[in-house]
């Protein structure tokens, strides 16, 4: 009966660790988008700063080229680059609070295996399902 409550023990923390890493890699996913977007605002921003104030500026909205003043544009980018940023400090946040989580699933497991050593020899035994 220990033995399978230490066996089930074992298959809910390989589960949650799973499920973590999985929440985790795509935290990291959304940084690395976040961070593209913002390079993306702030590259832009650089290349309208660089033009005159009386410069035809134009919107890309589908296939179609939009006038637009230069102040309207600049102020768009300025958003999407503030809104990166914080998007950016809530996912490393999570990212953060992922990694914590999986620091103590991982040490739950020690845990478990050094509890148990005849279920370590269990798991190196079993094939990949």
């Avoid at 499920?19 to 921003?45: H, S, W, Y």
């Avoid at 104030?53 to 637009?68: A, H, M, P």
Wanted: without cysteine; negative net charge.
């Amino acid at each position: 009966m220990a033995d399978e409550t230490v066996r089930t023990a074992f298959f809910e923390i390989q589960g949650r660790m799973i499920e973590i890493t999985g929440k985790l890699k795509q935290v990291q996913n959304q940084m690395r988008n976040k961070e593209g977007e913002k390079k993306r605002a702030f590259l832009t921003l650089e290349e309208l700063r660089q033009l005159s104030d009386d410069t035809n500026t134009y919107k890309s909205i589908g296939r179609t080229f939009v006038l637009e003043p230069k102040s309207d544009l600049m102020n768009e980018q300025e958003q999407k680059l503030k809104d990166s940023e914080t998007a950016i400090a809530s996912l490393q946040t999570s990212k953060e609070y992922l990694e914590k989580q999986m620091a103590e699933v991982e040490n739950n497991l020690r845990e478990l295996l050094s509890q148990d050593p005849g279920l370590a020899r269990q798991i190196m035994t079993m094939s990949v399902m």
